[in-house]
Each structure stands twice: as structure tokens, then as C-alpha cells.
């Protein structure tokens, strides 16, 4: 197959292009939707809406998950909150400024078209998601509250609570559970979508493995709606819940989907360093503790004393030191690599000599430990319990992690893949975060995928399907496709190694953390090239999965994941490698102004770099297919925070 | 029919019985000798029994970072590693739980299993881990559970009738914010089941009320408040004990959910029958 | 348009109770829910402590002496009289009381029998209680020996069938006779201290039970509760001993 890249951007001016397209798009007549049946894969924010959606609209919807229930996806652990261009506080936003700081958030690496429609559709998701009942925060009038989330100069965060993601998703969730109770929707729980099934030119359904009893069965459908989330577990430790996994997406891209700027993740720079080589996972602090806190290392290399016996003299607030006008607040982006270069010095604090301080002691002389603790008290909390240092007394340290990936499946503006047929939303796609996403857009974007663009956009594609069935699974491309993923079962228990998944995961991650992590460099990124396909081989030649495949086996569930991101890491690596500029969350060393601040490079790389899969050599076979970023709405800048 | 170690001699757990200590990871923390008792079960309907291992982790260490020290070095010596529940690790998506030394997710309060570590335990300590028990969330293997029957109470009626793009401008309904913060300590809800597992009934009335209040509690929820009362709680009863008012809920809630909410339900439930019955008459006369 | 849920086991709900059986009868349909039963067992509660108390009060007539405390007794017979036939009130009483044990113990017992299905398989390790304590894990067994107690102070005070020296009208000698008697004595203490711890629970439960709750008065509740018992039980137990020690007798 290949593959043409047509974004089908409508025309006009921005501001109408979604209205015109929306009119232009075809309609399903409301008794023919019963004919057309959608899968949707990944029940977080963006497949929940989606399916509840279509569910309302009447199609026979599908939604598959491997947790036990919708509302365990990793959408809930978002924390800060979700924009939207309501301008309730009167203080200047509009959709326009918000589709603006989107576009330059993303340094300049979305498209336009895409962003402006969800900085359009971010009005009715808050509209929604109220009407379902999120207990957003309020004022003592009875009205929503906002907050300035991420340096962002309006506030035009809504928030509830520190869990907005939780209650955000809860309501898609309970969206969903009505339809489910309606009959429109049929819940697969515990399904884990192993493949996607593409004949004729367009995806006919999917195969997923049943968790509990280990069959492998095939689903087919109109349309495929893929809402799996991002491959943020490719480094093993990041702040993605265990589970998370890029199977369905790199499955897809296998079979002729696209996937696009695979470099680009977002690190966070507040979780709290690993404490010791058998850590499981990192965890995330709110991005808002950075509005109190004061980050800061030892200016001496070899600092021994506690961080209260420090002298101010001896201290190097060197985001305040560097950036006088956004200090401590600049874009997680800049505040990771600063991170990264003082611990790289030697000047990391704690007793692996891993984090920063991010210290509270001067907010709390100022404003006294009570208000502190109405800030941040759940915050404070769980940092003391997790490192057993009480944050009020001891600045807590914190360094970057892998927190979001922008980059993932190609996907037009009607977020189709490559695939006719296969849909990518949320975090799945690529489309609208660029090369770094600003906070509070995660939650967005999914909910403006799943609620409000793709119910459009899925119509005008199934419209052109009246009067044909969903293909049979007893056809051959079905059972080609069971026995395939079967076979990669069977490889796997075959193997019978010495070591465990977690392993080789752990192994992989730190070679993609090393060489294609915060910065990135030629060398380096060789250096991951070459390493990678020998792990590869190793994995499947020396992994160990014990128990039964026909049967609960949570070795082999990871063991399937962990296969595909041995793959994907290497198109990762191999995308950073031909990205020779540093723009957002992609820092090339080579690319650097002489203040040390990404160079981006528009003459040459304005555009998505999305790839083709063309053979198992990933390094040598991939093919890159280039769209072209075009910028009518935004002028191109070099940010700057000083 | 699952078994009880009464019936099951011990003797027969094989090889694996006892397991040796997993390597000891390179910290700077305090090193713990632990021995466990954990409840192993290889499906729904086989016997289970209590296995003990030995095992040394560091005591920053969270609980399912020990558990999973503890199943790297079963899958290295060849034996099935011990299957648990658990995702986010953070404490919010209700995926983990496990009975710790006969609490709900152990003796730390207001804390999800993956959220308490290994320094509130003590060198030399027996910790036993067994899976949540009640015929509402049967055992799947080992530690796991089929927690469903939660999503079919919200099925019944925990949601708020809207179809997308039918909402009014979020501002047009004012809510108080009293009431708002209110549905908010109701919505904290994780679904992890450990007040099922905690109350010596096995009811569900804290996940249900907790799920009936956060919407009966907003003035979006006045429309459906008593068939969502009335049909939420009696599907809990399909699937679960009735609540005596023990509280164990209320304590082994990493969210710590107050049972005031059960006494809310308890009074919507009894006025959903007459509020019900004048919806029906208006039906009737409509 | 409505598809089957797929029912898979292991991944769907089990069955445990089966569905809510519904009636269009109100009372009959709300009976049928386990919230209903508390109901009920919350409202024959609140009847039951009010005998309880009356019970009590009255029963105060014994330090006044045998004729006011025979009196008493005489003139809870001739209630309402002549209003009412004699005896008509007390039976109407007696009845009511009947309905109310009925209704409280139908309602237990089919609360415990849904308790055990929801558990068929117990923990196979020691529980570590927090919340329950002692009165609330043993309301069954104290409802128990509360039920067995009454039916013997029946039988003893007024029926007469245990107590040899029994003279039906003479509730005073009648009493002291049976309480002066350690083993008897005995008996009541161990049935009031049944019933104390009984509704030190149940009388906190209720509320909770009827959805009587509030945030600022939750904590009068267990107040309510503890002082309930102290008072009502407490006074019962002086009695038995008053009259064991000889304070109050022949």
C-alpha cells in the first residue's frame, strides 16, 4: 500500500472551516444508523464520549477495553484541568487566543485547521460535561471557577478538584453507561485488541484476545475507532499507568496506518524521582505546585549537607537565574531540560543525587502553612507518602519524567488514518498538540475528538457504506488475521527464556531514556539504533512467560505489549534521528541557540513526519511521507520566556 | 466452588511453597525481611490456598513494587507469578486492592493499595494478602476480581440524561457551591471496591450512595433523582449484602467516603417510592 | 436495535440475589428492598425502645411500694378506660408489640440469610476491624439471647409458668419472689446487659437507617444511643439488684 497524505482541510477562512464542514459532510439518516455497527477501541476520554455519542445517534456501537471497567483508563489521573475558551473571568481569552497559544505551545508543529476547531469545540465540552454533572469548582455565586493553568496569561482552566480527570471522565463514562443500559452500546471489558483487520482498502474490524479465558476472537464493523492512548511506556518508567501500551496503534500502523512524529513526548517536570533501580512507575505532582514553589540545586558539586543547612548564597535558583520574567512558570519543556542539565552536572540532589528541590519554605513564611495546605494539601500528602519526607518541613524533589506523547497515528482532519475506515482519537493521534502540548489540553482534545468531531466525521464516512454488511469474520482476512496474532502467542510461550518481560521493558526504556529522552543527539540516537534491534532479538529469543496462554496471564499480556514497543522505540529513535531541528519536546543538542534554547528549523522542517511501515527493519525500511505545515493564522516565532 | 485452606492441605502447594528472598535492589534505603502469606488461586472455580514466600525489599518500596520484586523472581525460577489487579499506581483509577493483613488495602488510612509502602511495615514482619472477598466480585485468579457488577449499578441509573450538544451554557445553572462540594466528596469515588471488601456483609451502600449522591446532590440531577435512587439501589441488591451500619466502609476507603451519604440514599430510596408512584399518577393523567 | 449483553464469565456480573421483585403495591414493593427492611427494622426499633423505656418508667413504682407498684399494674389493664372495654388497650399494645418483634426479626433474619450469599466464602485470614465494634458484630446474637430472655420473663412475670410461688394479680410479690432468686437475677442481668449492647448499636443505626443524618448532629447520635442505654438498662439493672440486695422487697 502506499500511502498519499491528503489532510482534507477544508476551505475558507478559519474560523468557518469546521461549520462549512460539518455541512458539507454527508448525513446518516437517523433509521439507517441502526445499520451501521463502529468499534471503538479504549474507553478514556476520548473513546468513552465517542462511543456514547454514536451510541445516542443510534449507530451499533462496540467498545472494547482490557480493564475491567470503562472508567479505569488512564484519563482519570490527569490532575490540573481542562481549558476552554469560555472567557467567564473577562480577562481576554477568546477561541482565537486560545487556538493561538495552542499553535505556538506546540511550537509550531500542529495544524492550524485542527487546533482552531478545538479551540472552537473546547466551549461546548465544559457545556457538556457540567450538564452531566462534573462538579467543576465553583465560586460562592454558584457559577464555574477558572484558574491560570501552566503559565498560560488567561484563566481559562476548569478544574475540580485535583482530579479533573477522574470527574471528567466519570462523566463520559456514565454517558457511556446509558447506552449500555440502552442496548446502543455492547461493553467488552477485559478485551485486549491484539490487531486490526484491513481488505478492500479500508479497516473491516478487529481482533482482540480475551484476558480471562485467553481466546482470541475477531470483531467486525463499518468503522474502526482507535482510542488507546499514547506510547508514553516505551521508556518503561514514565507516568502512564502500567497498562498503557501502544499495541493497537503500532498494530494499525503494521497494517498501512501512518504514524506521525513518533519523537515528539512530553516529559513533565514535576514527578518525583525514582528512589531506587526496581521502581515501578513515576509519579506526577501538579504542575501548579511551580506557582509557589521555588526550584533550586546546590551550586557546589559536591553538596553534602541537608537542604535546610544550605546558605541562599550557596543556592542556584536557576530558572529564576535564566528566565527573570516566567521563572519557576516556564513551559514544562524548558523547566525539564534545565533540570536535566543541573543534574547532569552532578548537582542533583537526594540521596541518588537525582532531583531538584522544589521548595515551598518561602511560600509558607509568606503566606503561612495554612494556606499552603488548602493549595496543596492532597499534594503534600502523597508526596510524603510515597518518599516519606514531609514537605512542609524538607523541599520536596522532584525531576522530569515522560508524562504525554504528542506524536501517534497520521489522521486527516476528519481523523482518519491512512486506513479508510480506521479512526485515531485522543492522544492516539498526533493532531493537535505539535511538538508540545500546554497543560490542561490533554483532557480537551480527547473530549473534542470523542464528543463533537468524530460523531461528524465517522457519519460522512459510513454514509458512503449504505446497504453494504460488515464483513464477515469467517472470511479470509479475518482468519488470516486471528492465526496471525495466535502465532505471535504461540512464539512468545514457545520461547520459554531465563528472563522477564519487565526486564527487557526496563532495559528498553532506559536506552530510549538515555539517547531519546529530554535531549537527544546524533550519536546518541545511532548509538539507540544499534542497540535496540540486538534487544529485539534477545527478548524474543530469552523471555520468559510462565502459565497458561489459554487461560488470565498477565506475563503474556505484557510480554504482547512490550513486543510492539521494542518496534516502535526503534521508529521513535530513527524519527528523532531525521528531525534535525529542536522544536518543543524534541531537543536536538546540535540545534541549540547559544543561550542553550531549541533552534527550530521552519525552512526544513515544518512539516508532520509521518511514516510508512515498509518492512520488520525498522531503521532501514520505514519510509517518511512529509505534510506540510502551512501557517496563515499564527506568524512563526521563536519562543522566548526570558 | 472456591475452596478454603481447610480443605486444602498445604502440603500440596509443591516446589513453589517457599519462595526465596528476590534479589536485594541496590538503595539507599532501609532493607525489609518480610515473610507473606498470599492467597493463590489458579481460576474461578479451583481451590485456594495460602502460599508463603520470603522476600527483601527496600522500604520506599511501594506495596505492588514488592509484589512485583516477588514475581520476578518466581517467573525466574519457572513459577507462576502472583496475579494482582493494579494500573494508574497513583492511586485514582480503583484498579488495585487487596486485603492486607485483614484490611482493605491495608492499615495506612485514606490509601489505595498501590499508595502504601513498604515503611509502614517493620523488618521480620508475616503480612498476609488475600483478595477481596464476596460472591458480587468473584475471584478470577489469585488476587484478582471481577468487579462488574459496579458497572451495572451505574448502568441502572447513575448518570444524567443529556445527549451531547444538548447542554445549555455551563453558567445557566448555577449550583451552589456548598452542594457542588458536596457531589464533588461523593464523586472522589474510585470503584475499587474495598468497601464491599471491608463490611462484614459485603453490602455496596458506599460506592452506591456515593455514586446516587454526587448527582442527586446537583441541581442537574433533580430530574432523575428518584428513579436513579430507586433503580441504582435496587440493583446493588442483586449483587450485594445490606448495610448495618458497621462503618468499616467508611474506613477502609482510600477516598474516605463519609456513610453520611448512605443515610442520604436510605432516605431517597423510601421517598422514591412515593415520588415514583406520583411520577407513574402523572404519567397516567398526562 | 438493543443487543444482547454478552454475557462472558468473569468479565459480567455474577448472579447473586437476583433482580428486585417488584410489586405494585408500595409497601409491599419497598418491603421487598434490603433498605426497606432496615427501614422497617429502624421504625419497630423506635417502637421497641419506646416499650422499652415505658417499660422502665413504670416498673419505677416498685420503690413506691407493693400497692402503688400492684396498682400500676392493675392500671395498665384499665388504660383508656372507659373509653375502651377493659383491657382492650393493653391487649391492643400487646399486639402492636407482637407485630413490631415480627417484623423486626422476619426482617433480620432475611437480612442475614442475603448477608450470607453475599459471602459465601469468608475470609481465610483474621479480620482487623476499625469501625465495628463489639455491639454492632454481635447485634444478632444479642438480638438472640434478647428474644430467648423475654420469652422467659414472660413465662416467669406473666405467665407464670417458671416461677412456683407465681399468684396471677400480685405482680409485686410476684417479682420480688422471682428476683430474690440469684439464678433468676442472674438471667436478667445477662438479658438487660444483652439488650443494652444491643441497642447501643441499634439505637445509632436507626438514624442511619431512616437517612436522619446531618454532619453537625451526627455525633448527638451515638450520644443519643450511649445515653439510652446507661439510662433505660442501667435503671433496669438497679432494679434486679435492688431487690436481690433486699432494698426493695417484702
Given at each position: 500500500?502506499?500511502?498519499?497524505?491528503?489532510?482534507?482541510?477544508?476551505?475558507?477562512?478559519?474560523?468557518?472551516?469546521?461549520?462549512?464542514?460539518?455541512?458539507?459532510?454527508?448525513?446518516?439518516?437517523?433509521?439507517?444508523?441502526?445499520?451501521?455497527?463502529?468499534?471503538?477501541?479504549?474507553?478514556?476520554?476520548?473513546?468513552?464520549?465517542?462511543?456514547?455519542?454514536?451510541?445516542?445517534?443510534?449507530?451499533?456501537?462496540?467498545?472494547?477495553?482490557?480493564?475491567?471497567?470503562?472508567?479505569?483508563?488512564?484519563?482519570?489521573?490527569?490532575?490540573?484541568?481542562?481549558?476552554?475558551?469560555?472567557?467567564?473571568?473577562?480577562?481576554?481569552?477568546?477561541?482565537?487566543?486560545?487556538?493561538?497559544?495552542?499553535?505556538?505551545?506546540?511550537?509550531?508543529?500542529?495544524?492550524?485547521?485542527?487546533?482552531?476547531?478545538?479551540?472552537?469545540?473546547?466551549?461546548?465540552?465544559?457545556?457538556?460535561?457540567?450538564?452531566?454533572?462534573?462538579?467543576?469548582?465553583?465560586?460562592?455565586?454558584?457559577?464555574?471557577?477558572?484558574?491560570?493553568?501552566?503559565?498560560?496569561?488567561?484563566?481559562?482552566?476548569?478544574?475540580?478538584?485535583?482530579?479533573?480527570?477522574?470527574?471528567?471522565?466519570?462523566?463520559?463514562?456514565?454517558?457511556?453507561?446509558?447506552?449500555?443500559?440502552?442496548?446502543?452500546?455492547?461493553?467488552?471489558?477485559?478485551?485486549?485488541?491484539?490487531?486490526?483487520?484491513?481488505?478492500?482498502?479500508?479497516?473491516?474490524?478487529?481482533?482482540?484476545?480475551?484476558?480471562?479465558?485467553?481466546?482470541?476472537?475477531?470483531?467486525?464493523?463499518?468503522?474502526?475507532?482507535?482510542?488507546?492512548?499514547?506510547?508514553?511506556?516505551?521508556?518503561?518508567?514514565?507516568?502512564?499507568?502500567?497498562?498503557?501500551?501502544?499495541?493497537?496503534?503500532?498494530?494499525?500502523?503494521?497494517?498501512?496506518?501512518?504514524?506521525?512524529?513518533?519523537?515528539?513526548?512530553?516529559?513533565?517536570?514535576?514527578?518525583?524521582?525514582p528512589a531506587d533501580e526496581f521502581q515501578s512507575k513515576l509519579t506526577l505532582m501538579s504542575e501548579s505546585l511551580r506557582n509557589d514553589g521555588r526550584i533550586w540545586v546546590p551550586k557546589s558539586l559536591d553538596e553534602t549537607r541537608a537542604a535546610a543547612d544550605i546558605p541562599e548564597s550557596e543556592r542556584d535558583y536557576y530558572l529564576e537565574r535564566k528566565y527573570p520574567s516566567f521563572g519557576n512558570l516556564v513551559p514544562r519543556d524548558v523547566a525539564s531540560r534545565n533540570a536535566k542539565t543541573v543534574v547532569d552536572e552532578g548537582r542533583g540532589v537526594g540521596p541518588l543525587k537525582n532531583g531538584v528541590y522544589l521548595d515551598f519554605a518561602d511560600a509558607i513564611g509568606r503566606f503561612g502553612e495554612d494556606v499552603i495546605k488548602a493549595r496543596y494539601g492532597n499534594l503534600f500528602d502523597m508526596y510524603e507518602r510515597i518518599t516519606g519526607e514531609d514537605p512542609y518541613k524538607v523541599p520536596m524533589r522532584i525531576y522530569p519524567a515522560t508524562h504525554y506523547t504528542m506524536g501517534g497515528l497520521w489522521v486527516d482532519y476528519n481523523l482518519q488514518t491512512t486506513i479508510p475506515g480506521l479512526f485515531a482519537l485522543g492522544e492516539a493521534n498526533f493532531s493537535d498538540h505539535g511538538a508540545n502540548r500546554l497543560g490542561a489540553s490533554a483532557l480537551m482534545q480527547g473530549l473534542a475528538d470523542g464528543y463533537f468531531v468524530a460523531p461528524s466525521t465517522v457519519a460522512g464516512y459510513l454514509a458512503g457504506l449504505l446497504g453494504t454488511d460488515p464483513m464477515s469474520v469467517d472470511e479470509p482476512a479475518f482468519v488470516e488475521s486471528l492465526s496471525e496474532s495466535q502465532g505471535r502467542i504461540d512464539k512468545l510461550m514457545a520461547v520459554?527464556?531465563?528472563?522477564?518481560?519487565?526486564?527487557?521493558?526496563?532495559?528498553?526504556?532506559?536506552?530510549?531514556?538515555?539517547?531519546?529522552?529530554?535531549?537527544?543527539?546524533k550519536a546518541g540516537l545511532e548509538k539507540a539504533l544499534a542497540e535496540i534491534p540486538p534487544l529485539r532479538e534477545e527478548f524474543w529469543a530469552n523471555v520468559r512467560i510462565p502459565g497458561d496462554p489459554n487461560g488470565w496471564n498477565q506475563s503474556l499480556e505484557k510480554a504482547l505489549r512490550v513486543s510492539d514497543f521494542m518496534e516502535m522505540a526503534e521508529l521513535k529513535v530513527r524519527d528523532a534521528l531525521h528531525r534535525e531541528e529542536s522544536c518543543g519536546g524534541h531537543f536536538r543538542e546540535e540545534h541549540q541557540t547559544e543561550e542553550g534554547e531549541a533552534k527550530r528549523d521552519d525552512e526544513n522542517f515544518a512539516y508532520v513526519g509521518a511514516w510508512e511501515y515498509a518492512g520488520p527493519d525498522i531503521q532501514r525500511d520505514a519510509v517518511l511521507h512529509k505534510e506540510d505545515l502551512v501557517f496563515e493564522n499564527v506568524a512563526l516565532t521563536q519562543r522566548s520566556y526570558k | 466452588m472456591n475452596d478454603t485452606p481447610g480443605t486444602d492441605s498445604p502440603t500440596t502447594s509443591g516446589a513453589g511453597s517457599t519462595g526465596t528472598a528476590a534479589a536485594a535492589p541496590a538503595s539507599h534505603a532501609n532493607m525489609l525481611n518480610l515473610k507473606l502469606k498470599v492467597w493463590r488461586q489458579a481460576g474461578p472455580d479451583v481451590h485456594g490456598h495460602f502460599e508463603d514466600y520470603t522476600t527483601t525489599v527496600a522500604d520506599d518500596a511501594s506495596f505492588l513494587e514488592m509484589l512485583d520484586y516477588v514475581n520476578e523472581d518466581l517467573i525466574r525460577k519457572g513459577d507462576e507469578p502472583i496475579s494482582f489487579d493494579h494500573d494508574c499506581r497513583e492511586g485514582i483509577c480503583g484498579t488495585c486492592g487487596v486485603m492486607i493483613d485483614g484490611q482493605a488495602h491495608g492499615p495506612q488510612k485514606g490509601t489505595a493499595t498501590c499508595q502504601l509502602h513498604m515503611r509502614k511495615f517493620n523488618d521480620g514482619d508475616e503480612i498476609t494478602i488475600e483478595p477481596w472477598r464476596a460472591a458480587g466480585f468473584p475471584i478470577i485468579k489469585d488476587l484478582v476480581v471481577n468487579r462488574a457488577a459496579f458497572d451495572r449499578i451505574v448502568e441502572a441509573g447513575g448518570y444524567i440524561t443529556v445527549n451531547t450538544g444538548a447542554a445549555p451554557d455551563a453558567n445557566e445553572i448555577p449550583v451552589p457551591k456548598e452542594a457542588s462540594d458536596s457531589a464533588m466528596d461523593a464523586a472522589a469515588c474510585i470503584g475499587c471496591g474495598a468497601c464491599v471488601a471491608a463490611c462484614p456483609n459485603s453490602a455496596a451502600n458506599l460506592f452506591t450512595s456515593a455514586k446516587i449522591n454526587h448527582l442527586n446532590l446537583l441541581p442537574q440531577g433533580q430530574a432523575e433523582r428518584y428513579t436513579r435512587t430507586e433503580a441504582m439501589v435496587e440493583t446493588m441488591e442483586e449483587y450485594f449484602g445490606s448495610c448495618t451500619n458497621y462503618g468499616e466502609c467508611q474506613e477502609a476507603c482510600p477516598k474516605e467516603i463519609s456513610i453520611d451519604f448512605i443515610a442520604m440514599m436510605n432516605r431517597d430510596y423510601a421517598k422514591s417510592k412515593l415520588m415514583n408512584l406520583r411520577r407513574l399518577g402523572q404519567k397516567k393523567i398526562g | 436495535m438493543t443487543q444482547a449483553m454478552e454475557r462472558r464469565e468473569g468479565a459480567d456480573a455474577p448472579d447473586v440475589n437476583g433482580p428486585h421483585r417488584s410489586s405494585s403495591n408500595l409497601l409491599i414493593d419497598f418491603w421487598r428492598s434490603a433498605v426497606g427492611k432496615k427501614w422497617v427494622m429502624a421504625l419497630s426499633g423506635v417502637g421497641l425502645m419506646g416499650f422499652v423505656f415505658a417499660h422502665m418508667f413504670g416498673n419505677l413504682k416498685m420503690f413506691m411500694g407493693r400497692t402503688a407498684f400492684d396498682a400500676y399494674a392493675e392500671g395498665l389493664r384499665s388504660l383508656l378506660y372507659p373509653i375502651m372495654p377493659h383491657g382492650w388497650v393493653l391487649w391492643a399494645m400487646r399486639i402492636g408489640l407482637i407485630a413490631m418483634f415480627a417484623a423486626h426479626i422476619v426482617s433480620a433474619a432475611q437480612l442475614t440469610a442475603m448477608n450470607r450469599r453475599a459471602r459465601p466464602i469468608r475470609y481465610q485470614s483474621p479480620r482487623d476491624y476499625i469501625a465495628a465494634n463489639f455491639a454492632a458484630r454481635t447485634m444478632r446474637w444479642t438480638g438472640i439471647i434478647v428474644a430467648l430472655y423475654l420469652l422467659y420473663h414472660l413465662a416467669d412475670l406473666t405467665w407464670g409458668w417458671v416461677n412456683p410461688d407465681f399468684v396471677h394479680g400480685a405482680a409485686y410479690d410476684n417479682l420480688v419472689a422471682s428476683l430474690s432468686v440469684p439464678y433468676v437475677a442472674a438471667i436478667y442481668l445477662v438479658g438487660n446487659i444483652a439488650l443494652g449492647i444491643h441497642l447501643f448499636h441499634g439505637a445509632w443505626s436507626m438514624f442511619q437507617s431512616m437517612g436522619i443524618n446531618s454532619p453537625r448532629y451526627n455525633g448527638a447520635r451515638k450520644a443519643f444511643a450511649a445515653g439510652f442505654v446507661v439510662v433505660t438498662i442501667g435503671m433496669n439493672c438497679v432494679f434486679v439488684v435492688a431487690i436481690l440486695t433486699g432494698f426493695v422487697g417484702s
Open positions: 500500500m502506499t500511502i498519499t497524505l491528503d489532510a482534507h482541510i477544508p476551505k475558507g477562512p478559519i474560523a468557518d472551516k469546521w461549520t462549512n464542514h460539518k455541512f458539507d459532510l454527508k448525513l446518516v439518516n437517523p433509521s439507517n444508523r441502526r445499520k451501521f455497527d463502529v468499534i471503538v477501541v479504549g474507553s478514556g476520554l476520548a473513546g468513552a464520549a465517542a462511543a456514547a455519542t454514536l451510541g445516542e445517534l443510534g449507530y451499533n456501537v462496540k467498545v472494547f477495553t482490557y480493564h475491567d471497567s470503562p472508567r479505569r483508563a488512564h484519563s482519570i489521573a490527569a490532575q490540573g484541568g481542562i481549558n476552554a475558551a469560555k472567557n467567564y473571568r473577562n480577562d481576554g481569552d477568546s477561541v482565537h487566543r486560545l487556538f493561538y497559544d495552542t499553535v505556538k505551545g506546540g511550537d509550531y508543529r500542529s495544524r492550524e485547521a485542527n487546533v482552531h476547531r478545538l479551540a472552537e469545540v473546547s466551549v461546548n465540552i465544559i457545556d457538556q460535561a457540567t450538564a452531566q454533572g462534573v462538579p467543576f469548582a465553583r465560586e460562592y455565586g454558584g457559577l464555574l471557577d477558572n484558574r491560570s493553568f501552566g503559565g498560560a496569561q488567561v484563566a481559562r482552566t476548569f478544574y475540580a478538584r485535583g482530579q479533573t480527570g477522574q470527574q471528567l471522565l466519570l462523566g463520559a463514562y456514565q454517558a457511556l453507561a446509558r447506552q449500555i443500559h440502552l442496548g446502543t452500546v455492547t461493553l467488552y471489558n477485559r478485551m485486549d485488541m491484539q490487531d486490526v483487520v484491513v481488505h478492500d482498502g479500508r479497516a473491516q474490524g478487529i481482533v482482540c484476545r480475551d484476558l480471562i479465558t485467553g481466546e482470541v476472537q475477531a470483531f467486525s464493523a463499518h468503522a474502526v475507532l482507535l482510542c488507546t492512548g499514547g506510547y508514553g511506556n516505551v521508556y518503561f518508567l514514565s507516568t502512564n499507568a502500567k497498562a498503557c501500551n501502544v499495541t493497537a496503534t503500532w498494530r494499525a500502523h503494521k497494517k498501512g496506518a501512518a504514524f506521525a512524529n513518533p519523537c515528539f513526548t512530553q516529559i513533565h517536570p514535576t514527578c518525583i524521582p520459554k527464556g531465563t528472563e522477564t518481560v519487565d526486564h527487557y521493558h526496563r532495559e528498553l526504556g532506559k536506552v530510549i531514556w538515555d539517547y531519546c529522552g529530554m535531549s537527544r543527539n | - | -
